[in-house]
Structure formats: C-alpha cells, structure tokens
C-alpha cells in the first residue's frame, strides 16, 4: 500500500532531531504536501502531527544514501537536506533518477560549509569580511600579532560535535596553543578569524532563495535582539526588519552566490562592523535553520520554494514580507531576558512586547507535541537532578519519611 495517498510527489526530509528539520516538517505539513523524515528515530522531531518517518536506514554519505534510494517502494520524490552532513551528501548524488532535489551542487556546498574554502572565495572576489588566517597556508603572525583573533572551525557541524562550540577565544599565546593543539588531536581544521566588537544587535542575517536559473527569488532579513551569554553565542530573540539598510550587502550576497553556482535555499550572517559602517559576511548555511518560523511567519516559505524548484515548476518571488515580528527560543530568552531585567538593561515592557505574538523555536498551538514533549524531557532531566544531589530536595523529604 502506498504511504503517500496525494498525487504530488512526497518530500522525503534527510534529518535529525533538531529544530531546523521540525521547522522544515511544519512548513511542508501546513502547506498540505506528503512527506517523510529520514534519519529520526523518535524524540522531538516525531512528536510534530505533520511527521511520518521513511522506513530507510540511510546515513549522511552518498553511497548509503543512493542505495537507500534505489530501494525506495515509491516512484519519486523530492530530496530535502535539513544538515550539512546531508547537504554534502545530496551534493554527491547523480542528478538522474527518480528523485529531484534544489540544493547547492558539490562546488557550491563546499565552497560554503567548508569555511576556509569560504574565506579564500570571500578573499578573491573582495566582499567585506573579517580578516582570516589558515594556518596550513603559511606561517602565521606572532601571537602578539593575533589578539582580538579567534579560532573558528573548517567544519562548524564536526566542530560542534566534538566541543559543543561554535569557537574559542584566547587572550594568551598559551591559551591559543593549547586549544590548536586540542583541535589538531581530535583531527579538525581550523582557522584564526579577527573577532568583529559590537553587540548581539549587530549580527543580521539575510535568508532567502536561489532557483534552478539563478534567480534569487526571495530575501528575507532579520536582526538579533538578545543572545546567550559570550562572544560566540546563538541568537534567543530575533526581529523581522526592512531589507533596505542591508541592500549592499544583498547585493555582495548575491554576487558571492552567483560566483559559485548556488541553488537552494540560503541563510547568510553578516555583523555590523562599527568601526567602517560595513556589513561583513560571518558565513552562509546551506540548509533549512532552525528558525524559520520567523521567515514563515512573515510570508517567506523557502522550503516550499525548494520542493517546486525541484519538480521543474516556477517558483514566484516574493516582493514583500511583514517587518517587526518576532522569533524567540523560549527557553534560552527567559534566561537572558531575566538577567537583563535584573541587570536594567531590558524592561518589562521591551520584553513584553517582543514576546507578545511572537513565533517560537518549538511552541506552536497547530503542532503542540514538540514543545511538550520537550518540556517533558527537561522536567525529567532536573527532577534526576535533584535525585542525585545529595542534599537536594526530594532527598531531603525522603530522608524524613524514614
């Protein structure tokens, strides 16, 4: 029997429980378009009303991926990569058979994901960015030469992985040569990035769509308002703005994607560099994010765009999208925006207001499962907790009923 009842050819979602693939599920499921996930195995992704899981074993690697599709029990389909690792897979594929996909080619992707094949083609073609320097390509500068660097991974996803970060800062030679050297023996590449000052409110994004001719056929942008605590932090609230204060580095994003062939969806990161008014590139992903809510929520659907772009359809521009909504990671920003209301740097009115009506990471009343089931996972997690803390409070209560 046949999983997929509708005529239109399922998106068949390559990937993991994280919220990048559950907004990709969501976008897909609202518009009423078959699908199936890949490489999820319960946990929060399955919760979602709109998930069906593709009973496939395939890995993020071409060779497991293709045999995978060989065995597929359907006639078609269209290849949604919601990870780089499966981004670089999709890229390796044929382009023949009965499945379709609009993602980067293996030039492109690469160019992107691997960060100093980023850096040299930011290099060549003279876009604005932060000075980089890739230590197998000569010598480098004496450290007294490199504060304000950072070191910033080839390879932000096995980086991650491996340290649960998105870098390291130093503020010695010798902080700087032990993390190299940590980064050496777990076998990841590095770079050493100039670290642009500025606040959380100086990192802008443009998200948007390149179709089959090359055509960007949506351009979307946004601002953070709050982040986690550090340097190198991810964004807990973001805000829908006007894309004119942003136009040339639209522009400069565009020529960047047209250099190297691009096709897909796309979300690039700029930060604001104060010191000469520049908007300088930070990096492009080359896959659905994990806030894309607030993209939807405006008007802009790429991961649509991409599933008609794949079947050859014409994909309509969008020319305009709401500004001023708000996206919030709802249990990052209570933490932050508590400590700023303490701190006097945020009212509760700001707060409020950016919260009222506002797009979230997980909660959606349509789709309630995620967000409870994640509520759930973190209730269990601090009663443990609390269990194991010898003088915690369940502890205690237990002590005094014997």
Known sequence: MNRFA?????????????SNCLAAVRALGRTGIPLAVAGVRGGLVSKSRWFKPWPTEAEPRPETLTQALSAAEIPAGVLIPCTDHWVRA???LPTAGRFRWSSPSHRAAETCLDKGQFAKALERLDL???NTLIPESGPL???????GYFVKPRDSSAFFARFASKGFRFSSAEEAEKVIRLCSESRLEILLQEFIPGPPTAHHFLDGFMDRHGR??????????RAQYGELSNSSCLVSIDIEPMRDAAENLERFLRDIGYRGMF????????RDGRFKFIEVNTR???????ALRCGVD???????DALGEDVQPVLDYKVGQHWINLHRDRVVARDLIRDRQLTWGAFGRSWMRASFDLLSLSDPGPALWDLGQRLRRRAGTELAQPGGRRAQQHVGAL
């Open 216 to 225: 960007i056929r949506a351009l979307f942008a946004r601002r953070r308002v």
């Open 288 to 294: 659905v994010w994990g806030d894309m809510g607030l």
């Open 128 to 130: 604005p960015r932060p």
């Open 141 to 147: 500068p004496a450290w007294s030469e490199l504060t």
């Open 267 to 274: 979300s690039a990161e700029f930060k604001l560099d104060r």
């Open 302 to 308: 790429v991961v649509q765009m991409a599933y008609k």
């Open 90 to 92: 999709v890229a390796s």
């Open 6 to 18: 509708s005529q239109s050819e399922p998106a068949l979602l390559l990937g993991c429980n994280v």
